[in-house]
């Protein structure tokens, strides 16, 4: 497992790119958003996504909180959100930097069938 260095993950990022897969199956999707990660382990991030058939979801989540890096996973405490980021709850994620400004985040254990790949643009660094 490679490490991946805090200060790596700390800058604003904008969604530039999302794959759904609902049960294994590809669903169509919009999304944005902005993902902060800040030198002293706050981390904040608001999306709206747009789901078709079969979900069919139409939403803005957000949450904040603490992260911290281990290995090759962000790790996320949530301490407020909107639903289903409820506080204390634990997000972890495989951070794959693609390039030093460009970051993918995708779940360890997908929950519910849902599985969510995101992909970010760094637009400065914090």
């Known amino acids: 497992m490679s490490g991946l260095p805090l200060g790596a993950l700390v800058g604003s990022w904008e969604l530039t790119g999302s794959s759904v897969l ?5 669903v169509p999707a919009a999304a944005s958003g902005i993902l902060v990660y800040t030198a002293d382990g706050t981390v904040s ?18 949450y904040t909180g603490r992260f911290r890096t281990e290995g ?6 949530v301490a407020v959100g909107t639903w289903p980021f409820t506080p204390g709850r634990e997000l972890r994620r495989r951070a794959t930097l693609l390039a030093p400004d460009l970051l ?19 637009t400065d660094h914090a």
């Open 22 to 26: 609902w049960r294994s199956r590809p």
């Open 45 to 62: 991030t608001v999306m709206e996504m747009h789901l078709e058939r079969p979900l069919r979801l139409g939403r803005t989540f957000a």
């Open 72 to 77: 090759d996973e962000a790790v996320h405490r």
């Open 104 to 122: 993918r985040l995708e779940p360890l254990h997908p929950g519910h069938g849902l599985t969510l790949s995101l992909t970010w643009q760094r």
